[in-house]
């Protein structure tokens, strides 16, 4: 059963543990261990925070986050890939407009063996708005078998906005398999003519297009209302 | 005399598991072998361990090839010595054409042979005849090593690369798999054409149909739990077409 | 002013860097260290008009209150500045009328460089222009050249003899403010190309320059100036070797390139400076800016790089595609091993509609090397229907080394794409044992392998450069496999 918690400053796994947590609220900063062998899922909504997730992973642990950020603000996740075998993931989505301001850091280190870690991040842009995504992969020196990966997707909508990314891999071993990608760009032309031809008017098919672009990072959610409800948020985003 | 190729009591591992379990074999100049055995016995391990494959351990038992300790050699001075392994799935280099592939590797061996290199112009002349008789098409010559290519392709560049080094032993493994009726045939022509009185072959397979039409053996040998349990002649394929591995298996659980 | 007979300093040993001898030539070397009489010197010596001492003098003073930069992914102790010759010229070398005025101890050097300076026994098809320490001994073709209005002479010369070009367009893409390393070269350059290609002509032949650091504490500090003129097009090549030392020398260039409306320019270097030894001592300081406008409607500007030299590189050829529908391409390979440093990458500014820029970026790690791709694209917002992609992909061969990618994109247009892709691995197993069950020895299937994986960028390279970067790679990654 999911939990659900408010401006958490600290949530500690013991080992073997596994917990679901949704927040809705943040709080300055944040500290998660994970422990050996635990598992945490972790669901966040942030509406406008600032928020430093710094997360800390035991041996074989695995910690699951998909944040949804709606509005301006700065969000960090700083994560300790500390013990062997353990699995890190951090998805987001990012929508703005208006004059809002807003930063997703993300700094994995991949401090132990066999480690794997992927990041996903979405965003869709409009008005006035900017955007930075700084999202950085470290392996350490004689660090072995390490995967990592990371994506970044954004959309700009308006001819005032502005995307700003700055994936970063930095590595020093060589036991790795390792890539990064990030694209800004604009809706597809062809799907938008698709779904016109069906009787869609254009900003319907904008909205609908830029909703379904940001919601597949809802997709791995396991809790359906939590996935469609958070999917309505960010639809009701687009329509500013 | 021993034999051309003599295996004894060999055993090896892959990081601390035990594949290779004592698996003693002889095989002669002009003799085409075959090995069977379920899944997990330890063939593909054998022809890498044959080769040298740097992520297999040997752990006891002897290899040798014409008179020389092979376990002694690296993984290239065993090529040059006339050892080829057939890959199951040959891997891809991007970037690096067929034709200059071939020629480094040519060029490899004549060298260690004390032989002239070839030049552009006599390597040509030396793949283009084995191109034309195994269907390779120029173009295929110019693509990059593997890339691209459908599994039939693959295993017909395989069998290109054995015509092109003329190796003295070849190890084919699982020469056939995924392949349909018309790519198993070219493969098997590949094997006809390089049969000679100095050349054998070690046969990984497990295409009754293929062995019995195409590569013809003289001996299979079956191998269970890393050890060679049974030593016989084509007849032993019929009987693994009607009866399977089950009476080899008998006593021998991994 | 002292003129110093500098001599055959350091024994070459028997290294894998074939280019490490040194020229025994009596050469005119300011004194060391840098001032305003220095540049003032310097200035004197190339009999230069006074508005060029200005410039020089102007980035001087400002070049006083910079500091050197610090952020790239490089390591390498303080720079002391007054410590260097910055100027060295060969004696003879003062205005060679013709290839026969030119020191035979010179022509010996290119020779064995493998840049022969004879135009009858060059290969059909490439001039030549050749700076030795501060100054261009020798350009080649260059009637050849001039019967179709292209100027191809030393950059001193084209001060004299053209001096209304140089004075508009020198500074234009890469002003002295713009950074500490360009700031100095504008204060201090020596010598350098100066390439004009006037209205609809192709030129007929590569143009290349080759540079050649001899002396020793000297720094180099050419810069280059290439102007494309509407509809035409040249192809260059830059080429660049040094003694193997046992100190560090100091390399601070500036190219700037000039691409008119439906102008291309094609700029190769295979860039080959001294990396140091084994142990990490000696090799060249490359800090280089280089820059190109795509100033007109589809101008093309196309950078290849293959980087295997200098002890420490920090280079970031650009393009700035102001001009609509203007395309910026950047290919490059760099190679590190032993204790080499490489920060390189490119910068592409969409600023004109509808322009479009391609990276394709290969790094090679070994030994002890660390090698890290920067790049930056921006597209400003008037940039409609701007285009980028980026492909960076890293090898590792070794343990001990690193791979850094570090892409920037800004996107201020709702109608331009952005894409990069990077990937970092170690140099696949599976590879390596299929090649060398095929007989390949270990070294030779790294280098076939590495050759393969670079085949994107190496192809863009022109014919004689692609056979030279090939056999460079092999070099490079010497004692990379243990």
Not at chain 2, 210 to 232: A, K, S, T
Not at chain 3, 7 to 36: H, R, W
Not at chain 3, 106 to 113: H, P, Q, R
């Amino acid at each position: 059963m999911a939990e659900h918690l408010e401006k958490a400053d600290e949530l500690m796994l013991k080992p073997n543990e596994t917990r679901v947590v949704v927040e809705t609220a943040l709080a300055e900063n944040t500290a998660v261990v994970v422990g050996d062998d635990a598992h945490l899922v972790h669901y966040r909504l942030s509406d406008g925070a600032n928020n430093a997730l710094t997360v800390k992973l035991g041996k074989n642990a695995s910690y699951d986050l998909v944040t949804v950020h709606l509005g301006s603000g700065k969000l960090s996740v700083y994560a300790d890939l500390a013990g062997e075998g353990c699995f890190c993931r951090s998805d987001a989505v990012y929508a703005l407009n208006g004059d809002e301001r807003a930063e997703i850091k993300t700094d994995f280190r991949h401090n132990a063996d066999k480690t794997t870690s992927r990041q996903l991040v979405k965003g869709a842009v409009g008005g006035r708005a900017k955007a930075v995504f700084d999202g950085g992969i470290l392996i350490p020196y004689n660090k072995k078998a390490i995967d990592g990966a990371q994506q970044h997707r954004a959309l700009l909508l308006s001819k005032t906005a502005e995307v700003k990314a700055v994936p970063k891999l930095e590595i020093y071993a060589d036991d790795v398999k390792c890539a990064h990608g990030s694209a800004i760009g604009t809706l597809n032309k062809d799907q938008l003519f698709y779904l016109q031809t069906r009787g869609i008017d254009e900003a319907q098919a904008r909205r609908i297009l830029t909703a379904a672009f940001l919601n597949e990072v809802l997709d791995t959610m396991r809790i359906p209302e939590l996935r469609d409800e958070w999917g309505r948020l960010i639809g009701l985003k687009n329509d500013d | 005399m021993s034999a051309w190729l003599e295996i004894t009591d060999l055993h090896a591992n892959v990081g601390d598991k035990p594949i290779l379990k004592g698996l003693s074999l002889s095989i002669n100049a002009g003799e085409v072998h075959v090995i069977m055995g379920p899944n997990g016995s330890g063939k593909s391990t054998l022809s890498n361990v044959l080769c040298g494959d740097p992520r297999y351990e040997v752990t006891a038992g002897a290899v040798a090839f014409k008179g020389r300790d092979l376990l002694t050699m690296n993984v290239e001075e065993r090529a040059r010595a006339g050892i080829f392994l057939a890959f199951q799935n040959p891997i891809e280099i991007p970037g690096v054409s067929m034709s200059t592939f071939m020629k480094y590797a040519l060029n490899a061996k004549r060298k260690a042979a004390g032989l002239k290199e070839y030049d552009a112009v006599s390597f040509m002349k030396h793949i283009k005849i084995r191109a034309q008789a195994l269907e390779i098409t120029d173009e295929m010559l110019k693509r990059p090593v593997n890339v691209g290519f459908s599994g039939g392709e693959k295993k017909r560049l395989e069998t290109f690369q054995m015509a092109v080094l003329e190796p003295d032993f070849c190890i084919l493994d699982e020469m056939d798999s995924g392949l349909d009726v018309d790519a198993v045939k070219v493969a098997g022509n590949g094997v006809k054409i390089m049969r000679s009185p100095e050349r054998s072959f070690l046969v990984i397979s497990h295409n009754i149909g293929f062995l019995h039409e195409q590569i013809r053996p003289d001996y299979v040998h079956i191998l269970v739990n890393g050890r060679v349990v049974e030593n016989g002649g084509a007849e032993l394929l019929d009987e693994v077409r009607a009866n399977g591995f089950a009476r080899f298996q008998k006593g021998t659980a991994a | 002013m002292a003129e110093d007979k500098i001599s055959a300093l350091d024994a070459v040993s028997g290294d894998a860097y074939k280019y490490g001898f040194v020229t025994d030539i009596e050469a005119e070397t300011a004194p060391k260290g840098l001032n305003e009489d220095i540049i003032r010197f310097i200035s004197a010596k190339k009999g230069e008009p006074d508005w060029l001492l200005d410039f020089r003098l102007k980035a001087y003073r400002h070049w006083i209150g910079l500091t050197e930069p610090r952020w790239a992914k490089v390591d390498y102790p303080p720079i002391d500045y007054q410590d260097i010759y910055y100027y060295s010229a060969p004696k003879s070398a003062k205005e060679p009328k013709t290839l026969d005025d030119v020191d035979p101890e010179l022509l010996k050097t290119y020779d064995k460089l493998g840049v022969p300076l004879h135009e009858r026994a060059m290969l059909a098809g490439v001039a030549v222009d050749a700076v030795f320490d501060s100054v261009s001994v020798a350009t080649t073709f260059r009637e050849k050249l001039a019967k179709q209005g292209i100027i191809f002479c030393s950059i001193s010369e084209a001060v004299k003899a053209h001096p209304d070009l140089v004075r508009e367009y020198l500074g234009s893409v890469v002003p002295y403010t713009d950074n500490f390393f360009a700031c100095l070269n504008a204060a201090v350059f020596s010598d350098g190309t100066f390439v004009y290609i006037p209205k609809g002509v192709r030129c007929p032949m590569e143009l290349s320059t080759y540079f050649r650091i001899n002396a020793k504490k000297t720094g180099q500090f050419e810069r280059t100036l290439i102007v494309a003129d509407d509809d035409s097009y040249v192809s260059y090549l830059e080429g660049c070797t040094a003694p193997q030392r046992d100190e560090n020398q100091l390399h601070a260039a500036i190219v700037e390139i000039i691409v008119k409306d439906r102008a291309e320019v094609k700029y190769s270097t295979v860039q080959n400076w001294f990396p140091g030894d084994k142990d990490g001592k000696g090799g060249i300081y490359n800090f280089v800016t280089k820059r190109g406008l795509c100033a007109g409607y589809k101008s093309k500007l196309s950078w290849t790089q293959v980087e295997t030299g200098s002890a420490v590189t920090w280079k970031y050829p650009s393009c700035v595609l102001k001009g609509d529908y203007s395309t910026g391409e950047f290919y490059s390979v760099a190679i590190t091993n032993n204790y080499q440093q490489a920060d390189t990458g490119t910068k592409m500014i969409h600023l004109g509609k509808n322009t479009s820029s391609t990276i394709i970026s290969k790094g090679i790690s070994a030994g002890r090397s660390q090698n890290t791709y920067r790049g930056l694209v921006r597209v400003a917002p008037a940039a409609d229907n701007a285009r980028n992609f980026s492909q960076c992909d890293s090898l590792l061969i070794g343990d001990k080394c690193g791979a850094h990618t570090l892409p920037v994109m800004v996107d201020g247009n709702p109608t331009a794409s952005v894409e990069h892709e990077a990937t970092t691995s170690k140099i696949s197993e599976e590879q390596l044992f299929y090649c060398r069950q095929r007989g390949l020895g270990a070294e030779e299937a790294v280098s076939l392998i590495v050759n393969g994986f670079c085949k994107d960028v190496m192809q863009k390279l022109p014919m004689e450069f692609a056979i030279e970067a090939t056999r460079l790679v092999a070099v490079t990654l010497e004692g990379s496999v243990g």
